[in-house]
């Protein structure tokens, strides 16, 4: 269950007054950003050197040197994830120059990817606008209006087996790689560039070493990092008292608050992940950098009481499936199955809801 704290205050004006709050931490400091590059890219690419040497010695060895090389391409992942937020750097330039690097570096092509996560943080949480840049998500309603082969699919896209095992090879190397024709001309070029990059690349190295000593070499990293950040990404916003309502209920504070986890993780964990366990700070202001989503969690004393998880916690995550609008959370598809308990109080949980007015209201799930 989700630990809980004191009902979160909004500031008395809503976002506007968050950002007030917030403001102090969303200066990018150069110092600290070159020294998250020096503690990122810089160890990924030699891993990456290591491994090559290794396979001279054991392939066995070679994989074992991709688990911290995925550690630190999900930590260059972070400063992608911060400069398509124009946090990382003062300069955009900067940020699109590094974001762009970096994006041919995660196989990600850096403008489509910005649009899309943009996408994402105007809509978290809006049952209404669903379906960019977020994790499919039907309601009890829906899943049960789906036909037998609708309802098979949906739990095969979210079976864990197949969404982090599988879901790494279409999240990094073949969604990236397709573009829409309806695709502005920047995204369209962004994408094509990448692949192009890519393709350069790549070839020139399977040119160099060989293409069975390429993929063993780029392959494992980038889809364990790719499963990583998609579990990630998942217990960011798939938590059993997350967020959901209906777009002329919806709020973007309360979004930002209750919708986004703040995932507890083992020091060394959090160092790799770029402090995005943080991930109501960083809905609520995406421009502070990683370096200060900590500083800033810390620092507000209305950000204490904010839906927080543990790693264990996090890990068991993935067995809500669907969001349940007479419950007001997430259930498991067991739980779909059974009608809400008018007598349950558990299953009617009074939510605090973080409003504009500074007040906490209590919001009484909809529904039977």
């Not at 809980?4 to 150069?30: C, K, M």
């Amino acid at each position: 269950m989700v630990e809980r704290g004191a009902p979160t205050a909004v500031p008395a004006d809503g976002q506007d007054s968050w950002r007030r709050v917030l403001a102090p931490y969303a200066e990018p400091d150069l110092g600290l950003g070159l020294r998250n590059i020096a503690t990122a890219v810089v160890p990924y690419l030699l891993l990456l050197l290591a491994i090559y040497f290794a396979l001279r010695i054991s392939t066995l060895l070679a994989i074992a040197l991709a688990v911290p090389a995925a550690g630190f391409l999900l930590r260059t992942f972070i400063i992608f994830h911060d400069c398509a937020h124009s946090s990382f750097f003062r300069s955009k330039r900067a940020n699109a120059l590094v974001g762009a690097v970096l994006g041919v570096v995660l196989f990600m092509p850096f403008r489509s990817w910005r649009h899309k996560h943009a996408v994402h943080h105007a809509t978290a949480g809006d049952l209404d606008r669903r379906g960019v840049g977020d994790i499919h998500t039907l309601t009890v309603a829906e899943y049960r209006a789906l036909s037998r082969r609708g309802r098979l699919g949906y739990r095969l896209f979210r079976n864990p087996f197949v969404m982090f095992g599988l879901g790494p090879l279409w999240v990094v190397l073949v969604g990236p790689r397709i573009v829409s024709l309806s695709a502005n001309r920047r995204i369209r070029n962004s994408v094509l560039g990448t692949d192009l990059a890519l393709v350069l690349i790549g070839g020139g190295l399977c040119w160099l070493v060989g293409w069975q000593t390429f993929l063993l070499i780029q392959v494992p990293a980038l889809l364990l990092s790719g499963a990583i950040g998609i579990w990630l990404f998942y217990v960011q916003h798939q938590f059993e008292s997350t967020y959901w309502e209906s777009r002329e209920s919806w709020n973007y504070d309360d979004a930002a608050l209750r919708g986004s986890s703040y995932l507890k993780l083992p020091r060394v964990l959090q160092w790799f992940t770029g402090n995005i366990g943080f991930h109501h700070v960083h809905h609520l202001s995406a421009r502070i950098p990683n370096y200060n989503l900590q500083p800033a969690h810390d620092g507000a004393a209305q950000l204490q009481g904010v839906p927080t998880l543990s790693l264990r916690e996090g890990l068991r995550a993935p067995r809500w499936k669907l969001w349940d609008e007479g419950r007001g959370r997430l259930v498991t598809f067991r739980e779909a199955r059974e009608p809400p308990n008018a007598g349950d109080a558990s299953a009617r949980p009074l939510r605090p809801t973080a409003s504009r007015t500074g007040q906490t209201a209590t919001q009484q799930p909809s529904g039977p």
